[in-house]
């Protein structure tokens, strides 16, 4: 056999001619003289059988008898090259696969195996002379850039390591895998958007590659950072299984920009999609609700008004539209637009929770608790129809029916941080139950640890356990996050002047009264205000 051993040698017994495929083993269809070596002939096809049956010792062992039979044959040499690498035996195979170089200088394959065996047995500067010398007398050869690329990279030469595979995919803009690596030298680097083109074309090239799970959410994250959004987009599209569809692309991508605060940036693209594709209504409300975050509401309408009468998501367009009008204290448009929104869908439990709110807003207390009182009997389970429940009874002035339905709240969800402020610091107003009060209270701060409101109640339940400094440590926190809340600022001004400070208190009192949130509120304010002024003057008179 000839040149199905090699491509060029010198003149050496040969093989009998024929045409043969060894898969794995790496031969092909090859065209042979008609000089046969029968036994060289016979040993290479056993091994061939042998390692299709998977017995690679001996597929490896019948690989090397025929070497020794035909030594100038280099697609033998590199059948016992590649044997021997799938048994791990890297030393023997880059011998063996120096021989096949040595034999067939032209081929590609032998010079890829040679490379490849160089550097799994640790011989970096090998393999770097090799792919030196190759790549001088075969410029051309993409497999073996990629090989010099894979080097340099495991020598920690980045910068080369990235020209080397740049120049691989230009050769041969097929070889997923260099696409690969450039992509993570690129991202590595900070290079987002390129590193994002380059995953994007390793990714179509081999969709199926374990490798590659998830590569294209990584693509979409990439080209976000990187601000291509037409690739998020199409990568976007393929993660969710729409093949290049860039509607369904584009309100993912949006999403993402939602999740990650990026208001303008989703707005922006959402706009794009409608402009685009305007009858996608889940774009228009999720661009809706959006401008609705950043207080534009007339275009959050306007959005919104594109959505059909009869598009199955109308019912959340008017809940949108009725959020819409409360937003801008608009109640009785709010409300009417919400109504409208529970007779297309009286089966959403949030949309009556925002009816329920937006009743609760027109000072309509009694509908308000009638369609709460039906809505958590019809959804026992959830938590905030409860607790909202509990807000409108208290409104009401039933304060023990209100602490009553927060226990409720408390027993669907342990940690829901409203119900047990709520609990919490009605407890500590009433003196009761104090440590537990503080339990319930700190249980909050852990679910919602910023929240000002939260935090006075911690100070309040403090302050009534007389621990005073630690009281208005937590009542400053509180002020200083939320200076405009009368509430907070009378609890400060109580603690400071309990200890002793009432000329530091007399601000905080005024703010309070100045900042109450309703006239029963200012009357209470003024009311102690007037209180410790008497107090005080008493004291200078002495």
């Known amino acids: 056999m000839r040149d199905f051993v090699r491509l060029s040698c010198p003149a050496s017994p040969a093989l009998a001619a024929l045409v043969l495929t060894l898969g794995a083993c790496g031969g092909g269809p090859q065209v042979v003289d008609d000089s046969p070596d029968p036994e060289a002939f016979r040993a290479y096809t056993e091994a061939g059988l042998l390692e299709r049956a998977g017995e690679l010792k001996a597929a490896a062992d019948r690989y090397d008898a025929a070497t020794r039979l035909d030594p100038s044959a280099g697609a033998v040499w590199l059948a016992s090259a590649r044997a021997r690498a799938r048994l791990g035996q890297w030393d023997a195979a880059v011998v063996r696969a120096r021989e096949a170089v040595r034999c067939a200088p032209e081929d590609a394959r032998a010079a890829r195996q040679l490379g490849e065996a160089l550097i799994a047995s640790g011989d970096l500067a090998g393999a770097r002379a090799f792919y030196a010398e190759h790549l001088a007398a075969h410029p051309k050869d993409a497999s073996a850039w990629h090989g010099r690329g894979h080097t340099d990279e495991l020598s920690g030469e980045d910068e080369a390591a990235e020209q080397a595979y740049g120049r691989a995919v230009e050769l041969d803009p097929t070889q997923a895998a260099a696409w ?32 590659h799970r998830d590569l294209d959410k990584r693509v979409v994250a990439l080209a976000l950072d990187g601000g291509d959004r037409a690739l998020a987009r199409r990568a976007a599209a393929r993660v969710l299984g729409h093949g290049e569809d860039e509607a369904a692309g584009s309100l993912m991508v949006a999403t993402i920009l939602v999740q990650q605060k990026d208001l303008l940036g989703a707005a922006n693209e959402l706009e794009w999609l409608i402009g685009h594709h305007p009858e996608q209504a889940p774009a228009r409300l999720l661009l809706a609700q959006v401008l609705l975050e950043v207080q534009r509401y007339d275009e959050a309408r306007a959005a919104l008004d594109g959505v059909p009468e009869d598009a199955p998501l109308r019912a959340e367009a008017l809940r949108l539209l009725g959020m819409s009008f409360l937003a801008e204290d608009r109640v009785a448009e709010g409300v009417g637009a919400l109504f409208a929104a529970q007779a297309k869908d009286p089966g959403s439990a949030e949309i009556a929770f925002d009816l329920a709110r937006g009743l609760r807003a027109a000072k309509r207390l009694d509908e308000a608790r009638g369609l709460l009182a039906r809505s958590s009997a019809r959804w026992p389970d959830d938590a905030n129809l409860h607790y909202l429940l509990g807000l409108t009874i208290q409104a009401g002035g039933d304060e023990d029916g209100a602490l009553l339905e927060m226990r409720r709240v408390i027993e669907i969800d342990a940690d829901h941080a409203g119900a047990l402020n709520y609990v919490g610091f009605t407890w500590a107003e009433r003196g009761e139950q104090l440590e537990l009060a503080e339990r319930y209270i700190r249980r909050a701060l852990r679910r919602r640890p910023e929240d000002p409101a939260i935090v006075d109640s911690l100070g309040w339940v403090l302050f009534r356990q007389g621990r005073l400094e630690e009281a208005e440590a937590a009542l400053q926190k509180a002020a200083a996050a939320q200076p405009e809340e009368g509430e907070i600022r009378f609890h400060l001004a109580e603690v400071i002047g309990a200890r002793g400070r009432l000329p530091e208190a007399m601000p905080h009192y005024d703010a309070a009264v100045e900042h109450a949130g309703d006239d029963a509120a200012r009357a209470r304010y003024e009311k102690r205000r007037a209180t410790v002024r008497t107090k005080k003057g008493k004291r200078k008179s002495r």
Do not use: I, K, Q
């Open 180 to 211: 690969f690596r450039l992509g993570t030298l690129r991202a590595e680097a900070g290079r987002s958007a390129p590193a994002a083109e380059a995953f994007d074309h390793a990714v179509t090239l081999e969709p199926e590659n374990p490798a």
